[in-house]
Structures are given as C-alpha cells and as structure tokens.
T-cell receptor
Framework: EPEVTQTPSHQVTQMGQEVILRCVPI?????FYWYRQILGQKVEFLVS????????KSEIFDDQFSVERPDGSNFTLKIRSTKLEDSAMYFC???????????FGSGTRLTVV | GDSVTQMEGPVTLSEEAFLTINCTYT??????LFWYVQYPGEGLQLLLK?????DKGSNKGFEATYRKETTSFHLEKGSVQVSDSAVYFC????????????FGKGTLLTVNP
C-alpha cells in the first residue's frame, strides 16, 4: 500500500537554528499538508499546498515557516529560527480527494532545546 | 469556526470489553466525519468515515454513526482486543477546496489482557 514517508523521525535542534522536515507524499496525490501536535494537545492544521503553491495556512504558520516542493516528489517544511514552543510532532499528509481520506506519514518529532 | 470535542482519556479496558469513545462537533454546513487511529510509533491511519447524516462508517469491528441531530460521531466496538491499544482521533472536514481537517485532541485507549 502506498505510504507517505517522513524524515527524520526525530530531530533535536537548538533554539534559533533552522530545521527542514522532509516528506515524500504519495506520487499521484495532488494535495499536500503539514499538521502538528504539541504533546498532549490536539492535531493542528498548519498549511495546505496544491498546484505548487500554498492554498491555505493557519495563524500558526507565520513568517518563520515555509513549504516547498523542490523536485516534484519531496515536500518540505522549513522553520527558519526555531523556538522552544515549536517542539511538537509534525505530520505530513497527502490526499487525492477528501472522501477517500488523507494518508499521513509517521511524523517527525521535533525537540527544540 | 469548526471544532471537535472528544472524551478525555486515557481509557483503560479489559480484553473483550465494549468500547465507546464520544465525539461531538461544531461545524458549518454538513461536514464529513472521520476517525483516525495512531498505533504506537506510527502515523495517523484512517479508521472509518461517514459523509452524510445517518451514514454508518465501519472497519475492523469499529463503527460510528453520523448523528446530525446530536452533532455526534461516537466510536464503538463490541469486543476490544489488546491490539486495539492506540490513540483515536475524531476529525471533520466541513467544505472548501483545500480539504483541511479539524481534529479532536485524541483519546488514548489501553486494552489489557
């Protein structure tokens, strides 16, 4: 069964450093997403991406965040200057149509120290 | 805005017990409703879905019925197994072209032998 692959599974970074979280969505999907889950809290929408541009973003997705699909297969989330409160599990997902549901990756646990 | 409220966990049951995890929602229009499951160390997997009122989603012995009058989508299983131990997330999609999902906080289920 097709999978969404995320790397790394766990990243530790110092406050103020840049991090790039990587995702390989399912190849024939058209919509791509990043969600995050702060420990013990709900899964929150960050951004959706369609047709090589951001289609919607949440208020969490401020200027320190950016997404890119650099080569037609990878889908990356960059955090320019990490803060302690960015520590969370970040999930990538892709979908064809919503009635079939999303396919999520296993997540990247980001720890900012 | 859209919101999903799930019963607080954790829920601990013995094998073969009956499971109910409550989920209620607030949304504009007529949302599609989903249950996702996250097994330890894995990503979010779609468990079941319902796209209109009175629909019943079912999978792997789990069921949930879309109740518009009570704005609920409670998850049930008649006889749980140890392998059902996981975090369960209720989610909705209320329309729009970006297929953004709104999640509940998740409910941790532990099934003891």
């Amino acid at each position: 069964e097709p999978e969404v692959t995320q790397t790394p599974s766990h990243q530790v970074t110092q406050m103020g450093q840049e991090v790039i979280l990587r995702c390989v969505p399912i190849s024939n999907h058209l919509y791509f997403y990043w969600y995050r889950q702060i420990l013990g809290q709900k899964v929150e929408f960050l951004v959706s991406f369609y047709n090589n541009e951001i289609s919607e973003k949440s208020e969490i997705f401020d200027d320190q965040f950016s997404v890119e699909r650099p080569d037609g297969s990878n889908f990356t989330l960059k955090i320019r200057s990490t803060k302690l409160e960015d520590s969370a599990m970040y999930f990538c997902a892709s979908s064809g149509q919503i009635n079939y549901g999303y396919t999520f990756g296993s997540g990247t646990r980001l720890t900012v120290v | 805005g859209d919101s999903v409220t799930q019963m607080e966990g954790p829920v601990t049951l013995s094998e073969e017990a009956f499971l109910t995890i409550n989920c209620t929602y607030t949304a504009t229009g007529y949302p599609s409703l989903f249950w996702y499951v996250q097994y330890p160390g894995e990503g979010l997997q779609l468990l079941l879905k319902a796209t209109k009122a009175d629909d019943k989603g079912s999978n792997k012995g789990f069921e949930a019925t879309y109740r518009k009058e009570t704005t609920s989508f409670h998850l049930e299983k008649g006889s749980v197994q140890v392998s059902d131990s996981a975090v369960y997330f209720c989610a909705l999609y209320s329309g729009g072209s970006n297929y953004k999902l709104t999640f509940g906080k998740g409910t941790l289920l532990t099934v003891n032998p």
